[in-house]
């Protein structure tokens, strides 16, 4: 609950910065520091994003199923997992796009507005409580155990994504950003194997260390300025090529399955041309060329 929290303080408070109007240009419109911004930028820049991260679980795991013990006697059992939250950090470089291909430029329409990759670390955990009712020779219910596994891993990870944007709003301020992307995760903390609750050994079962999945991305952008762009958002996987389980995206932990999900803040920052010889401010041409790559044109 905390990490939604701070996540919400954060977005209300860029977006109330965004609210002003940042448009580089003539009279007194100013960028997010105050003053007029007249340098010319790169296509490629930094990425960061951060933010919590959660572990989904099914419903019908939930459900009371039977079963018998090695010596045939008859008992019922309650799988009851529950995700936990974690956090997630990533850096890397976004590259916007510079030109259209000759197919997009014969139909009039760029499909791919920017990609970025990343390096980063994320926590995922989750909880597994069961509950056992042993029955005796009369139907009734002689005993029950009860058990609960915990565990917690970290991943480092590399995303590599493409992305769409589709803006709204005559100054292309505000913009939906589309995202396909790739996800290779490395386990560098193992958390609990170890079985806590007898006669459901068999069907325990653990993920390996190596994650590679297909994954999609949905945010809400706002264009600071020329230069910077915030875009909160979620982040899901869907579809797993390994380990392979027809596809299957899922943690397989103790007895149950968690889907991860990602609510991730991610800040762009376009590095500064650099600028041989005289450092003068840049052309009208410069800036509304800098301007329409930063909107995906």
């Known amino acids: 609950m905390r990490f939604l929290l701070t996540f919400s303080l954060l977005f209300l408070t860029l977006t109330g910065i965004a609210q002003r109007d940042l448009t580089p240009g003539k009279g007194k419109k100013k960028n997010v520091f105050g003053t007029s911004d007249y340098k010319d930028y790169s296509h490629t820049g930094l990425q960061i994003s951060a933010g919590p991260s959660f572990m989904l679980t099914r419903r019908e795991s939930k459900n009371t199923l039977y079963k018998t013990t090695e010596n045939g006697r008859p008992m019922t059992y309650l799988i009851d997992p529950e995700g936990k939250p974690g956090v997630f950090v990533e850096v890397g470089l976004v590259h916007f796009t510079k030109k259209s291909s000759k197919f997009e430029q014969s139909i009039k329409y760029r499909f791919v507005s920017y990609y970025d990759w990343g390096l980063g670390f994320k926590t995922l955990g989750g909880t597994e409580k069961t509950t056992i009712n042993y029955y005796g020779l009369n139907g009734q219910i002689s005993s029950t155990v009860e058990g609960t596994g915990d565990f917690n891993n970290g991943y480092l990870y590399g995303r590599f994504g493409v992305h769409k944007l589709f803006y709204f709003g005559d100054d292309k301020k505000y913009f939906i950003d589309n995202e396909f992307g790739l996800n290779f995760d490395f386990a560098i903390i193992n958390g609990n194997k170890e079985n806590y609750i007898d006669d459901l050994t068999e069907q325990q079962a653990f993920k390996g260390p190596i994650s590679f ?75 509304k060329r800098n301007l329409e790559f930063m909107q995906g044109q």
């Open 213 to 287: 999945q297909f994954h999609y991305g949905l945010g809400f952008g706002i264009r600071l300025n020329r230069r910077s762009q915030l875009v909160p958002g979620i982040q899901v996987p869907l579809f797993g090529f390994y380990e392979w389980r027809n596809g299957g995206t899922a943690t397989k932990w103790f007895s149950s399955n968690y889907v991860p999900c990602f609510a991730q803040l991610k800040f762009i920052y376009l590095f500064e041309k650099k600028v041989k010889g005289c450092n003068t401010p840049s052309s009208e041409e410069d800036r």
